[in-house]
Each structure stands twice: as structure tokens, then as C-alpha cells.
């Protein structure tokens, strides 16, 4: 049996829970459903005596993650969480950060702690593992890095705290050691199998690369950004409806599923294009992808008064999550509401009724299916996107 790794930073993460308060006054109602989200995921994903949590509730000490890109290490026994669904409890709290500044206490109190225990500085350039370092070396990610690089920018962009960009400028530099020629371009999967270039890598790969210009004003970033957005664009958009497709391996052959992250992060792609440079062309992308993603990832429900409305499928909630960042992205240059009101009413449904006792979600907004297993990932995805609805309808009450 393996001995858990107890991090030595377990008193802080404890104090910083028990010390944590929230801002004075009365809070918008989504920040408060965000942090209770969260409040759910440290009471019932922990691991007792450090900053790192479980990947599912109830934990299962014989499940292994069907993610990974290693039938090796999928084998081994995971106490822990991998850091992809880990890193979803990071983008929820800099989410809220930016409504609610005084969850910094918990970010760099219990979230950056444990998100460290996955940081690899032994292999160039330094990363972040898909496991914790305590255990033998695991495959690092680039979109895994990825996810974290954005939010890293979007806690300076909210705090102008430079040890934030300093994290997401090294994730970068490693982000640029998976770029290259093969196929015109684009960024890998997964640095120790170089078998397929994903849109999962790529569409976030240039938001990152345009969030990290508006952070520095470094043309580089800018000319990655664009260059990302087109080798995407032009490689695996289906023309058929402007959604997008999953991944293109060596050999020239298009894995044809399509999920709503991928698309939706060319719509929030195409949208800071749009900002940053006043090219219509990138706007008019951006709005037939999210046109496509409201028909396909979007479904009729009718409420308990007899009212319809449309809701975000079940499937995949984080997937979901991901999308909504594209389409607040595109809300805030067109003003067009559809799209995020949708959201919403997807959220404001799922709160009554796919809420457990416990404070954790199912995976489906409706209630209608409801999972034995609540993963750790669609937890952190919930809490996001409260968060995010905040910002959009700072008012509500």
C-alpha cells in the first residue's frame, strides 16, 4: 500500500479555511451559490491533512481515470485527484475572485497549495503534471496547462498581482515546446505522446496566447493567438455548421466528435480577436459557432409551471463550463443576451433540481439523470459557472 503524501502545507490550508470570510454587504446571489459549491467540494472531495482532494464522491480507491493518454498510469492507484479535474476548483475560484476579491484568502489558501503538490520542476520546460509529484513521473498535458495558464492570467488581469503572470509566462514557454511544423502547425496533446494535435489544446491555446497580450501587450502573444485561431480554423472546423472538430492525428485522419468546449473556446477566441483587432471577420466566426453551439448543446425543457425554455445538455459539465466562458466572451461585444440568459436558466434549473442534500451536483441541469459517483470536475464546473453568471448580471438579487 502506498503512504499518502501529507503536505507540509496542510496547517495553512486549514487556517485559511477556518479564517476565510466573505466581503461585507449583501452578495450577488451566484457568487454565494459559487462559494457554497465550493464549500461542498473541500467538505466532501478532501483529503485529510493536506490541500489535495479526491476525484470522486464517495471515493473509490479502485477507480481509475479513463482520460489519460498511459494505460500505465491509469493502472496505478490514485488517492488523489489527477489535475485535470483538480485544476477545475482553480478556474471556479478565480472566477470568483473577480466578484468577490476576498476569496484570495482561499485561493492562496487551500487551491494554489494544492495545485503546487502537481508541479514538475525537474523536466524542461516546468510544468504541471497530471499527478501529484509525490508519486512516480506522470505524462504532462498541454491543454492541462493550458486551463491553468488562462486562469493565471485571468487572476492578474483581476488582481494585477505579477506572481500570477510570472505562473501563466512559464506555462506559456512550455505551451511553445509543443508547437510545431507537423501538419502546419498546432499544438500537441500530450508532450510524451506526440500521436494527435487537438482542439482542446488549440482553441484554448490561442485564448491564453491573446489573454496573456492583453496582460503584457507583447506582440508575440498576439501572433500566437492568431496563428492557433487559424490552424484550428482552417484544420478541423466542420463547414457545415461552424462546430468544431476533436482532433487531427499524424497521419492527416479527423477524429470527427464534437463537444461543446472545443467550439466553445473558438467562440471566446474569435471574440478577443475581435476586441483586439476590429477585424468583423473573427466576429462573424464567433457568432455562427455560437449560433451552432445554442442548437446542438442546448435542448427544450419544460419547467414545473408549464413554461419552456431552453438548457445546456447533459453530457459533459465541464464541457459546458468551457463554453460559457465563449459565449459571456461574445455577450460582452454583441449584447445579444440569448445565449447567456440560456445559461441562467440552465443554472437556476439545475440549483433546484439537481442539487443533492450533500451540496453536489448531478451531471444534467434537468434532474432527469442523476450519477451514484459525483466527479470532482463537475463540481469545480458548477461553482465556475455561478461564478461567472455573477458577472454577467452583477444586479441580481
Known amino acids: 500500500m502506498r503512504i499518502p503524501y501529507i503536505s507540509p502545507l496542510a496547517g495553512l490550508c486549514i487556517l485559511a479555511m477556518s479564517s476565510c470570510t466573505g466581503s461585507p454587504g449583501e452578495k450577488n446571489p451566484y457568487i454565494e451559490k459559487a462559494e457554497a459549491v465550493m464549500h461542498a ?11 489535495l ?29 489527477y489535475l485535470w479535474p483538480f485544476s477545475g476548483t482553480l478556474s471556479a475560484a478565480a472566477s470568483i475572485v473577480e466578484s468577490d476579491p476576498s476569496y484570495l484568502d482561499t485561493l492562496s489558501g487551500r487551491v494554489l497549495p494544492g495545485l503546487e503538490e502537481y508541479y514538475d520542476g525537474k523536466r524542461e520546460p516546468h510544468a504541471y503534471s497530471s499527478y501529484v ?19 493565471f492570467t485571468d487572476l492578474y488581469l483581476a488582481t494585477s498581482d505579477r506572481q500570477y503572470l510570472e505562473k501563466a509566462e512559464m506555462i506559456w514557454k512550455f505551451i511553445e515546446s509543443g508547437i510545431d511544423d507537423v501538419l502546419g502547425g498546432g499544438i500537441y496533446w500530450c508532450e510524451q505522446k506526440k500521436g ?3 482542439t482542446c489544446s488549440n482553441a484554448p491555446g490561442s485564448v491564453f496566447a491573446l489573454k496573456l497580450y492583453k496582460a503584457t501587450g507583447d ?36 477524429q470527427t466528435w464534437k463537444f461543446a468546449y472545443n467550439s466553445g473556446q473558438m467562440v471566446q477566441a474569435g471574440a478577443l480577436l475581435y476586441s483586439l483587432t476590429g477585424e468583423e471577420a473573427y466576429l462573424e466566426d464567433a457568432k455562427k459557432t455560437a449560433k451552432s453551439c445554442y442548437d446542438y448543446f442546448f435542448e427544450d425543457y419544460t419547467a ?11 453530457g459533459n459539465t465541464w464541457f459546458n463550463a468551457v463554453m ?22 440552465s443554472l437556476d434549473t439545475a440549483w433546484e433540481k439537481s ?9 444534467d441541469c434537468s434532474g432527469r439523470k442523476t450519477n451514484e459517483t459525483k466527479w470532482l470536475l463537475v463540481q469545480g464546473a458548477m461553482a465556475e459557472m455561478y461564478a461567472r453568471m455573477a458577472s454577467v448580471y452583477p444586479d441580481a438579487r
Open 355 to 363: 442539487r443533492t442534500e450533500e451540496g453536489l451536483f448531478n451531471d
Open 133 to 151: 509529484k509525490s508519486a512516480p513521473a506522470s505524462d504532462r498535458f498541454y491543454d492541462d496547462n493550458i486551463w491553468l495558464g488562462i486562469d
Open 41 to 51: 467540494i473541500y467538505s466532501h472531495y478532501s483529503v485529510p491533512g493536506s490541500c
Open 53 to 81: 482532494l479526491r476525484e470522486n464522491c464517495p471515493f473509490d480507491d479502485g477507480y481509475r481515470a479513463g482520460y489519460l493518454a498511459s494505460e500505465e498510469q491509469a493502472s496505478r492507484p490514485n488517492p488523489y485527484s
Open 196 to 198: 494527435s494535435k487537438n
Open 219 to 254: 506582440r508575440h502573444y498576439l501572433d500566437q493567438g492568431k496563428k492557433l485561431y487559424e490552424w484550428t480554423r482552417n484544420t478541423l472546423v466542420d463547414t457545415s455548421d461552424f462546430l468544431y472538430f476533436d482532433n487531427i492525428n499524424l497521419d492527416g485522419k479527423i
Open 304 to 314: 414545473d409551471d408549464g413554461s419552456t425554455f431552453r438548457i445546456m445538455k447533459a
Open 324 to 345: 460559457v466562458r465563449g459565449l459571456i466572451e461574445l455577450y460582452r461585444i454583441d449584447g445579444d443576451s440569448t445565449y447567456v440568459d440560456a445559461v441562467r436558466r
